[in-house]
């Protein structure tokens, strides 16, 4: 059974940074793309970020020059670095892979970004 666990949300100041991790496990098949979405409460869940196993990268214009997004294969890890955090930035961060033909999604880490 294919499992995504997220870490990394909390609380943090406007300007401040944090880091996502995502491991995923109990695929026969090799996880192809990764990423993350997020989801603000009244809004419809949205792309953030996307890496394909061979490190293409793709950013919702509202994060570029401020995420990043990241990979280990060898770990099944996928990584978000969240610097100048906004309170727009404020949501549930869901991270999603693909294997097999099918996608996977974690159970959701929030992020809140508040004085």
């Known amino acids: 059974q294919v499992q995504l666990v997220e870490s990394g949300g909390g609380l943090v100041q406007p300007g401040g940074s944090l880091r996502l991790s995502c491991a995923a496990s109990?695929?026969?098949?090799?996880?192809?793309?990764m990423g993350w979405y997020r989801q603000a409460p009244g809004k419809e869940r949205e792309l953030v970020a996307l890496i394909s196993s061979g490190g293409i990268t793709n950013y919702a214009d509202s994060v570029k020059g401020r995420f990043t997004i990241s990979r280990d294969s060898a770990k099944n890890t996928v990584y978000l670095q969240m610097n100048s955090l906004k309170p727009e930035d404020t949501a549930a961060y869901y991270c999603k892979a693909a294997a097999g033909g099918r996608g996977y999604w974690g159970q959701g880490t929030q992020v809140t970004v508040s004085s």
């Open positions: 109990g695929s026969s098949y090799r996880f192809n793309v």
